[in-house]
């Protein structure tokens, strides 16, 4: 099964199909498909189609207690499943402790967590940092492709 990416909300949609999509460019999707590409030469659409995208809040506007709830009812249809969690906020919606990039298993699910990719967050400046998402990604990507 492929890797779920869960993203906060989109501030340009709250179309379901488009969380964390590639574009535009400086979006969340967008990085962290650089991310990816700088391991794995992929395309937009391998990119897209290579993880199952979700994020927390349908709407355009992030809310915590939503989040919360959301996150609890997710947690019941991720079982057996590995979940990367992209940032704080989407972490404390589902209740997890900081711990990046190393597996965390709680209720059924894999957990994996990286800072938010927003243009914001000063953790991707650090080129070890980057790295390191970088591979993590990379891992992800291929662990869903070879349950295909």
Known sequence: MKVVLVGMCNPRSSDRRLALVPHPPNSAGHRLF?????????THIEYRD????????????????????????????LQGRT???LGAAVRDAFGLPPVLVKPVVQRGVTFRQLPHPSGRCRWYNNPRHRRVAEMLLEELYMEGKTCV
Not at 34 to 42: D, E, F
Not at 50 to 57: A, I, P
Request: aromatic share 4%; glycine share 4%; net charge positive.
């Open 34 to 42: 650089l991310m990816l590409r700088k391991r794995v030469p992929c």
């Open 83 to 85: 979940v990367l969690l």
């Open 50 to 77: 290579g993880f199952e995208r979700r994020n927390l809040v349908s709407t355009t506007i992030w809310s915590q207690q939503t989040a919360r709830r959301n996150a609890e009812c997710m947690v019941g249809e």
